[in-house]
Structures are given as structure tokens and as C-alpha cells.
């Protein structure tokens, strides 16, 4: 590629023609159209537009024709277009006004429009998590998290109010900075201030961008990340920055979650391009080259093969290829289920992509004249769609989409790169640009209002809970939060009779809760097996299958049932606890402390696995670790008056008969038997006068 400004695509005769052009986008509308007729079925990426009044859908589709017919009329009498060089059309001033307005424009819009109900992804969970005095932090997006916490405490507030400003204002400030670089970005690549705004509002009307209306997520700054990510490369390719300034947004990206690893193989081509290493590995001979490759290919399937085969959670976080004892509803990787998922998905991120045929005439040219910026963009679809094709989407995909946008940038970029920097017609690429724009815009505007307004979110929220009802057992009962505060018990009673008869695995789990309590082991464990065959993925169920074999010091194959419990919900302290007392029944004795020490990160309350801890140092002899939990465990509300007693002797020990005292004495307020303590003073005749004080 040239490394001069382009001022636009050169004439060329060899395309496609503009009637062609018009068909799929007219296709496109009216997959929208009807697609907004079957809002229930597995066509979520297309049937948004089935949420509001029949006039508002009829509307929208004229609407888009009549945008249609004013590019064509524009494209064949403007004078503009009809040269190649744009020179009318190279004032810098013009275009930097242009885009401060636009930008601005998008920044009211992102706060005018900003969401209302947060239904999709994990919002509402987010909101309750972030309000906490002391947020869970999670390992994949613990960057994200943390800059939430730092703005919720700028806020301040009530904790509701203060996570929700968080979320929103975060949000909006990304697709802000967002705008702002593609503006900059635009006004690097093009000349003409035609193509400039052109590359601007298609970047920025992609269907990630509903994540910058005030979207409830930890997405919206990974969003941004690899936007710049993207944008930066393009700039790289072209010579203009310096290779070495792609590690800012790849950092960024990683920082922000650990998707941001999809981008390393894109980071890798940009650095070495046109270096002296690549210079160096194009002289390798082509044996050397496929061995190499081989060995690195087999390194990598090695290390996924028992990454995969050792740990439940790696598992769990890809899409099955084929069935098997934990797979759900049917859905593998090649399962028509998944497969129109992935196709909805890709509706969502780009909606004009059946005119991609467009756009691709000099792709494969491009790519094998060494095109350095088509070759960036490329790679980077490649690895992130594929990502998004393996990984697995907990909440099911109409819900997850969020979690697989990212893509949705690269290839919403590669098809403006190719629209106004390729050798299409003037305007043919006017079109095509344009085109795609309307086309995005038909799909995420309906999305932003449905955000606003609740009534469409919910409806919208129930249809797909029913699309994938394992995997949203926690958005009914979301849903069921959702009513139960807005006071309107009708309505809960109702959702908790759906679920009760939608989600039998629950009350399984809750009758192996009794039969624990009742000392009917066998009972419970039958119970357990139960849930799991009605539901592979349900945490609980397992939970209680690894209490029971524990239970019935069936070690090994309670280890192996609770490492399942905890690759399902590697989140749950509970889980974490009996996962402790797993390893240690196994005399993996390492293994159980971190199980404790990670519990005890997660839910800091519950005093068994701090007492767990304490019994561990003290069978190592770690006296004074042993001392300091047994404290930490006497404290807590839901603690044993054996603790206390427990505590207490050890003062008693020490000499400190003060201490001992208080701990004896919140061992009788716990319903410890009196005959403990005076067992206690007979052998200790002084610690009476501390007792009475």
C-alpha cells in the first residue's frame, strides 16, 4: 500500500454494479422487517425492530428505502464524485469542524440515549456486585472492575446509585474517546473530508457501539482498548506512527480482560512487518519454515490439550465440539443452535454484511501484494472471530453478545478500508460506505431504544431466557428482583411458578439441603444426581453430589466432582470451602489453603473456612496463624460457641485471663452449656473475678 494520503478509490470499471448493490441492501431491511415477526424464535440478531408498534417497523423500513434512493440520486449528480483526486474536497478546517460536531453529537447521544434497563449481559448482577462496601474482583476483567470501584468512590452515595453512575458514565466517556481517535484516525488515512466522515459514523454506528450508551458492563473500556488497538494499526501499516506504539492498546486491552490476548497474533504482524526479522524469516527455506510452524502448532495443541483435560474451567470456557456428559440444550460447536447464534452475532456487530461482496473484489490482490494494512485487518478478524466461534457464552448468546462485540470493530474497520481505500468506482464506494452506515443504523437504533424503555427490555429479556433456559436460570430469577422492587407481587408470583416448573433442578438442591440437615446422606446424594442429569451445568447439584461423597469418604471422587463444581462457578466461597476440605481429606494440604484463603477473599463472612484454616496451622504447628484465625472465626456472626470455648482456652494457656474471659463469655451467649465454663474455673480460680467485671 502506498504510504501517501488517499484521497479515495481510483476508477475502475471491473465491479459489481449499483443495482447489485441496492438488492442486498434491500435484502437486508427486510430480514429486519420480518425478522421483527418472530422476536421468540433463534433470529435475535435480526427481530429487533419487533419490539415497537407495526407503523414504527413499517417506518424504519421506508425509511431506510428512502435513504437508499437519496444515495443513489446523490451519487450519480454529484460533481464531487465524479473525479478521482478529491480535490475539492481536501480543506482540513471543513473536516475538523465537521468531526468536533459530529463527536459531540455522539457524545449527547450516548448520555441523551443512555440506557434505562439492563437486562442484557450480567447488568443488573454488575450493579449489586459493584455496590457492595468490597466488590468481587474477578480475574478476566479485573482491570475494568477496578477503574469502576475508583470512579463508584469519586461518586459516592448511596451504593446503588454511585455503581450505576459508574457503569454509565465510564461508558459513555468510552465511546467518546472512541469517536474522538476514529476522527483523528479518519483524517490521517483520507483527503477527501467525504471519506473521512464516512470512515468516522460507519466506526462509530457499528453495533458495538450500543456498549457506549451507558451500557452496564465491564466491556465498554475493553471496547475501546481494541478500538485503539485497531486504529493504531491502521496508522502503523500505513508508516505513519511508530510499530513500537501498538503495545499501549494491546496493554490496554489486557488490562481491561483477558480477550485482549485474541489480539497478540495482529500485534506480532505489526511489529515484525517489513522489520528486519521479517526480512530474516523470508529467507528461511520453505522446509524450515513448515517445520518450525509444526512445532509450534504442536506446542500449542499440547498446552490446550492439558490445559483442557486438567482444568474444569479452561474446559468450560469453550464451546463443546461434541456432546458429552456436560453439555446443555445440545449445543456444540457445530450444533445448529450455536452455528445461528454466531450468525446473529455477526448481524449484531455488523449489520450491512452482505455487502461485503462489495468490497472484497481486490481483497485477495491486496493481501498477496503484501497490503500492510488489509493484512493487519485481517489477521485481527481472523483471531477474533474465531475466539468468539469457540468461546463458550455462560448466559447464552443473545444475552453475551456484549462479551463477543470486540470483534465486531476490526470488521466493521476492514470493510471501510476497503470501501474507500480500494479501487472501487467513486461511486460505487460512495454507496457502498454510505449503505452501510443506513444499514447500521436501522439496527442499533431500535437496540438503544429498547434499552430505554422497559417495558420492550423485558419483553425482550423473557424471550431470550426462553431461547436458552438452562443457561438464564439466573435471569429469571433477575427478572423475579426486577418486579419483587417495583412492589408488583402478581407478577413475582407468577415468574417463581414458571421458574419452580422451568428449573426442577432447584428444588432438588434445596430437598438435598434438608436431607444434609437430617443426616440422610444417601438421600441427598440421590437427589443431587438427580438436578445434574436435568441440568450438567448446574453448580449446585454438584456441590451437593461432592458434600455427599465426602460425606461417605468416597475422597477421590468427591475431589473430582467439586473441581466440577468449581470450573462451573469458580466464583462461589461455598464451593471454595468444600473444595478445601476435599484436598485435605486428600493430604493435599497446599492446595486446601489456597481453596480457604480464596473462599475467604470471596465472602470474607462465613467462619468455616476460616476455622478450616485455623485447624490446618494449627495441625502444622503454625501457632501463631493458627491463633490469629481462630480470633478471625470467633468473631463472625454464624460461628460456633466451640470457637470461643476454643479460643478461650487458648488465653487460658498464655495467661491472659482477661481475653479468655470475653471469649468464654460469648461462648454462653451462643448456648454453650454452663458445666464448659465451670469446668473451666475450678481449674482456673482467677479467671472468675475477670468473668464478673
Known sequence: MPNSRHSGPEVSRNHPSLSLLLVAYTATLLLFLFGSHFTEQRVWGASTWG??????????????????????????????????????????????VCACVFVLLAGASFYLFRARTFFLGDGYLQLATLAKDIPLLKGRDFGEMRLHIWVKSLFGGEGRHAAQLSYQWLSIAAGVLFASASA?????????????????????????????????????????????FTLVGMLIATKRLSRWWIL????????????????????FYILTASSAFSRFVKRWHTGLKVVITAAVAVALGAAFYHFYTTNYFFRFAFVPLTHSQFTTEGYTLLSGKHVADYGNLLIVLFPAVLLFPFVSQ???????????????????????????FIFEAKLGMPRDWDLFSFPGIPLTALFFALALLSDLQARLSFSVAALAIALNAASLIPRVGVQMFPEQGIERFVHYITLDPLKNRSGAYVLQQYFEEGGDTTIVAGIRARRAQDY??????????????????????????????LNPAHSTGWLNLGRALTAMQQYDSALTVLRIADGLNPYSAQILGELGIAYYNMKQFDKAERCWRRAISIDPDPSSPIMALARL??????????????????SKEDAL?????????????QGAYEPAAEA????????IDTTVLESRLRAHPRLREYLSK
Open 51 to 96: 419490539y415497537f408498534a407495526t407503523w414504527t417497523q413499517w417506518l424504519l423500513f421506508i425509511a431506510g428505502l428512502s435513504i437508499a434512493i437519496a444515495v443513489v440520486l446523490y451519487s450519480r449528480r454529484s460533481a464531487t464524485l465524479a473525479t478521482s483526486d478529491g480535490d475539492l474536497q481536501k480543506c482540513p478546517v471543513r473536516y475538523a
Open 641 to 653: 460457641g466451640s470457637f470461643s470455648v476454643e479460643l478461650g482456652d487458648q488465653f487460658l494457656k
Open 362 to 388: 481486490r481483497f485477495g490482490s491486496r493481501l498477496a501484494r503484501g497490503d500492510t494494512q488489509i493484512r493487519f485487518l485481517a489477521i485481527l478478524v481472523a483471531s477474533t472471530l474465531g475466539a468468539s
Open 248 to 267: 499501549l492498546p494491546l496493554a490496554g486491552s489486557l488490562f481491561f480482560h483477558v480477550l485482549g490476548v485474541t489480539l497478540v497474533p495482529a500485534a
Open 504 to 533: 426442577p433442578e432447584e428444588r432438588l438442591a434445596y430437598e438435598a439441603g434438608l436431607s444434609f440437615g437430617k443426616r440422610d446422606v444417601s438421600r441427598a446424594k440421590q437427589l443431587s444426581e438427580m438436578a445434574i442429569d
Open 184 to 228: 483523528v484516525v479518519a483524517g490521517a488515512l483520507f483527503s477527501r473530508t467525504m471519506w473521512r466522515m464516512l470512515f468516522l459514523i460507519g466506526m462509530c454506528t457499528g453495533g458495538y457501539a450500543l456498549l457506549f450508551f451507558g451500557y452496564v458492563e465491564n466491556y465498554s473500556l475493553l471496547c475501546l482498548s481494541i478500538g485503539l
Open 617 to 634: 496451622y494449627q495441625m502444622e504447628g503454625r501457632e501463631k496463624e493458627y491463633l490469629k484465625y481462630l480470633i478471625l472465626a470467633s
Open 664 to 671: 468464654y463469655s460469648q461462648a454462653l451467649a451462643r448456648g
